[in-house]
Every structure is written in C-alpha cells, then in structure tokens.
C-alpha cells in the first residue's frame, strides 16, 4: 500500500513538472516567435533623442527611440523599425509597411501630426503674431476635423489587411506647455494654451479613429505632464537654434520616460 501510494505521488508530481515545463516551453515559443514593427513619424523615429543611426539618414532613427528601447527590453525575435522623421500618412503608405506580415504580432505608430500641419503651426507662432498663430492653430484644427481622419483610416486599413492578427498600438503627442510655467519669454500664454488644446484635438481625433478599426490608443500626456516645455524639467525641446528639426521633439528623458512606459502597458 505505502509503494502504491509512493508510486502514485511520484507519478503526480512528474506529471506536474511535465506540465509545468512543457507551458515554459511554450512561453519561450512564443517569445521567441514575437514579431514587433514600429511605423510612424518623428516621434517614433527618435528625433531630438540625439544618437540618430546613419544608416537611417533623414529618418533620423536612433536606438533612445522607445520602439528600439521596448525592443531591446523585450527582445523579440524580430523588430522592424521603419519609422522617419517628417512622415505622413502617405509616406507610412509607400514606404513603411513591408515588413508587415501574419506574424506580426505587435505594431506602434505615431502620425498625422505632420499631415496636419505641425511644423508650420511651430514656425507661425515663434515668428509671427498672437492673432496670426491662432488663425494657423485654428486652420490645423480645422485639417484634423475635415481631412485627417480619412489619412488615418487608409494607414489603419494597410495594417490590418497586412497585419491582421497583431496588437496594434496607436500612440498620441504630448501637450508641449506647461502654463504659468517658468518660461520668461517667447510664446505668449495665450499662444501656448492653443497650441496645447489643438494637441488635445489632434489626439482626440486620432483616438477616435483607432477605437474605430480596433486598435488601441495610448495617450501620453500623462506621463509628459510635469515634463513640458516652461517646466522645471522639460522632456521636449524648445527651439533648438543649433538643430532646428529636433524643435519640440522629445529628448532621450521623454522617449524613455515618456513614451517607452506607455508603450509598455498598452502592448
């Protein structure tokens, strides 16, 4: 009786390894079959994070982007990394998307901030005056209403067609400004508060149409807040004199501290 009792106990607990390993291997199975793409702009790219990869010219792509940040903590067996700086939808479009398959198993992306007109809402306020930068702020906020939603939903469309079993993570733009923050000079309130609220709108937009086609959107004004332009300590760059393009682009502390955690959660 004490053997048989023995030999049913060994029994159960070999099984229990059995188990138990054969479910660690098939974890690492599929760890190691995880496919992760990151498309998109600037902001996905790393611009402003410094380091940029030269193989990647303009696109300026460089490993404190969080995609290559993400990837480098989660190692999956493989990581495209196709985002550029200055992109639109269109460019996702035509240049983006190859790597794109079945095996996807994860994709993230920034874009129409570009579409929108971002950079020339940038340049109208720092040169020009109050009234002229808020016509331009209302212009690009009009862009986002009428125009932008039908970019997004043709980028969203090529991935799923190509990626349809994938986690596709939709990431938002920061809130530049702090208000009443610590900056002396420059923009004025006024100025910086439209360009925070056509930020809030262009996320919203692209929120809406995530949710849409089933993708999830990860805002992440959250983990900026605190850490935008006139704070005590900014993860954005101001106008950057010696480097123009790096302008109100995250720097490394934003892409790590910023976008990489929120990323983290959403995938």
Not at 10 to 23: E, H, K, M, P, V
Not at 39 to 55: E, F, H, Q, R
Not at 84 to 107: E, F
Request: include cysteine; glycine fraction near 12%; proline fraction near 3%.
């Amino acid at each position: 009786m004490r053997m048989s009792r023995f030999a049913a106990l060994t029994s159960s607990l070999l099984l229990a390894a059995g188990t138990a390993l054969f479910g660690a291997g098939q974890a690492a199975a599929a760890q190691a079959d995880f496919g992760y793409v990151a498309l998109g702009d600037s902001y996905s790219s790393g611009l402003g994070a410094g380091n940029y990869d030269g193989a990647s010219g303009n696109c300026k792509r460089t490993t404190r982007a969080y995609p290559a940040l993400w990837a480098a903590a989660h190692s999956p067996q493989t990581f495209a990394f196709t985002a550029c700086s200055g992109a639109r939808t269109g460019d996702v479009l035509s240049g983006q998307l190859g790597p794109l398959n079945s095996g996807t198993d994860l994709v993230s992306i920034t874009v129409g901030g570009n579409d929108a007109g971002f950079a020339d809402v940038m340049t109208t306020c720092v040169l020009q005056t109050e009234s002229t930068c808020l016509n331009r702020v209302n212009q690009a906020k009009a862009y986002v209403d009428s125009t932008l939603p039908g970019l997004l939903d043709q980028v969203y469309n090529a991935i799923d067609s190509r990626a349809p079993a994938a986690r596709v993570v939709v990431l938002g733009y920061p809130r530049f400004y702090k208000l009443n923050g610590t900056c002396t000079a420059g923009l004025t309130e006024g100025e910086r508060a439209a360009i925070n609220g056509a930020a809030d709108h262009l996320n919203a937009a692209i929120a809406k149409r995530a949710a849409n086609h089933g993708f999830t959107f990860a805002s992440v004004a959250g983990s900026f807040t605190g850490h935008e332009i006139c704070s005590g300590s900014p993860w954005l760059h101001s106008v950057n004199w010696l480097n123009i393009a790096e302008s109100y682009h995250p720097t490394a502390a934003g892409q790590s501290g910023g976008y990489l955690p929120v990323l983290t959660n959403a995938a």
